[in-house]
């Protein structure tokens, strides 16, 4: 089994887009698309990564990614955030609260796929 | 003061250009030559039928001519000039300006002031543009679908070896998504077309800035804790500083009579049920609603938003949580429980909905519509709603309420006004 990645995110044909490329490149994908209950997802296997979008239904994905790290089972996980704002203040934001990249919709499917190798590199 | 250019000086400096002779233009509009003179020299103030009459014979608008003008034109002359610093100006004649070619300097000072009206609507739109809640969700939509889209797409052009299983089903999920990206387009279009009409009448309303100025805060003010005084100096706006000054005093009545620390710990002993905590504490239920909704955030209480209408179902406070927001322009969808509520006063109610659209916050909503103020045999008591709203577990079939008819995907909705723009 290749290493896991853990994707949050409430668009079901964003999902599986994603999804198609990462398991191409040889990753197993778990996905979740609510946000109030991403946390009890994370901890039932802690994943190698975290993609994270930004607006999820029931909590936001900043809130997650405090909870995130504030805890030692996940705060070393590295966590990708997606958003549909680019904004300086919210790259701020995502990576004040220990964000490890910040990756703006629309984004291309080399550049996610990108981004996760050079994450996934210890 | 040599930025004022009085009357007398307009006048002399008017009369030498036409090239009258003073002894002409006193004889003209009935005055000896002498006190011209001294009406020139600024020794004598003139006003009603006599200025008319100079500014008759001076060919010129008497207001051009009257003193109150330098400060109504030369400032906004100077304001434009500092606007400019590259353009060279003749900085040290601008009195002169106002002086000799009135006309042309009131003209160039109403441009000034007419800028600068449009950069304050600018401003004043461009931040809407960032914050309104209901244009972030709708332009978060578009982009999804677009990034969607272009992630399906590169993938059937990138991958020569799709299976034929994947090709239907990504081609599928670009049919849906472009139909999406269209009606998602129309929505964001009707956010901005509501966005520009409102922009047409107002810049900022005294809520919008009770609101900014309560998020900068967090919606929490350590200091009502603590029995302080707040005061609102900083917030230009008297309008908006008579809201939240009211604010300031409903909260301080309620945080006396519902001590922070006490109210947390019933509050998560309770799970936050506002009906248990008013017969607790033994006060009314919207004093619930309020202090639930300012709990402060760093104390792990969980999000909760606020809304307060009027009798008339004019919104006079919210604080918005998550995509919960009503809108400003009164346009709000009458099926929220806080206008249920006004319907049947003293009356609970207690509801879940969600706006309508694909992956929308389910909210659990408390309103009760209660009398304010002293009660009186010589008058109507006076009545306001307020709400409690906090997201939903996802179990709960929520209601669908709109977020207003121009923007509403809900077709057969009997409370419906306008015909929706998506």
Not at chain 1, 39 to 45: I, L, S, T
Not at chain 1, 49 to 65: A, E, F, H, W
Not at chain 2, 325 to 335: D, E, I, N, Q, V
Request: proline fraction near 5%; glycine fraction near 6%; charged fraction near 25%.
């Amino acid at each position: 089994m290749g290493r896991r990645v853990l994707l949050i995110e409430d668009e079901p044909n964003i999902i599986e887009a994603i999804s198609y490329i990462l398991s191409k490149d040889g990753w197993t994908v778990h996905t979740h698309s609510d946000g109030e209950t991403a946390m009890e997802k994370v901890m039932q296997g802690v994943p190698d990564l975290i993609i994270l979008d930004v607006m999820l239904p029931g909590r936001s994905g900043y809130d997650i990614l405090r909870d995130l790290k504030g805890q030692d089972a996940t705060a070393d996980v590295p966590v990708m955030m997606l958003t549909a704002r680019g904004q300086a203040k919210d790259r701020e934001m995502a990576i004040d609260l220990g964000a490890t990249r910040f990756m703006t919709k629309p984004f291309s499917n080399a550049e996610v796929l990108e981004s996760v190798r050079a994450l996934a590199t210890p | 003061m040599p930025d004022r250019i009085l009357t007398g000086t307009r006048a002399r400096n008017r009369r030498l250009d036409l090239g009258l002779r003073q002894a002409h233009v006193a004889k003209v509009v009935g005055i000896s030559g002498s006190y011209l003179n001294l009406i020139e020299h600024n020794r004598r103030r003139i006003g009603g039928k006599l200025l008319a009459d100079l500014a008759r014979v001076l060919e010129i608008d008497a207001a051009l001519l009257a003193d109150d003008t330098t400060d109504a034109i030369l400032l906004p002359i100077k304001e434009a000039a500092a606007a400019f610093p590259e353009a060279t100006v003749e900085d040290a004649r601008a009195e002169e300006l106002v002086a000799r070619f009135p006309g042309w300097a009131a003209l160039v000072a109403a441009q000034r002031r007419r800028i600068a009206q449009l950069e304050e609507r600018t401003e004043a739109l461009s931040n809407r543009l960032a914050h309104d809640s209901q244009i972030a969700n709708s332009l978060h939509e578009v982009i999804s679908t677009a990034t969607a889209i272009r992630s399906t797409a590169s993938i059937l052009a990138e991958t020569p070896d799709l299976d034929r299983e994947w090709q239907a089903r990504f081609h599928t999920n670009i049919d849906t998504d472009s139909e999406r990206l269209a009606q998602s387009s129309q929505a964001l279009l009707g956010f901005l077309d509501m966005e520009m009409e409102a922009g047409d009448t107002q810049t900022e309303s005294a809520m919008e800035q009770v609101e900014a100025k309560m998020a900068q805060s967090g919606f929490y003010f350590s200091g009502i804790e603590a029995g302080d005084t707040l005061h609102f100096d900083d917030v230009e706006d008297p309008s908006a500083r008579a809201i939240l000054q009211d604010w300031a005093n409903s909260a301080s009545k309620d945080a006396k009579r519902l001590p922070l620390d006490t109210f947390s710990q019933a509050a998560r002993a309770t799970a936050y049920d506002p009906a248990r905590l008013a017969s607790r504490f033994d006060v009314p239920l919207d004093m619930i609603f309020r202090r639930l909704a300012h709990l402060p955030h760093d104390l792990d209480h969980p999000l909760m938003g606020l809304a307060v209408c009027d009798a008339a179902g004019v919104v006079t406070f919210q604080k918005p949580v998550l995509d919960f927001r009503l809108p400003r322009s009164g346009s709000a969808c009458p099926l929220w429980p806080l206008y249920q509520a006004l319907t049947q006063p003293g009356r609970a109610i207690r509801r879940v909905v969600r706006l309508p659209g694909r992956a929308h916050t389910p909210f659990e909503c408390f309103a009760i519509a209660t009398p304010v103020g002293d009660v009186s045999f010589a008058s109507e008591a006076r009545v306001t709603a307020t709400m409690l709203v906090r997201p939903a577990r996802n179990e709960d079939v929520p209601d669908v309420v709109g977020p207003g008819c121009r923007v509403c995907t809900v077709q057969d909705c009997a409370s419906r006004r306008h015909p929706s723009l998506v």
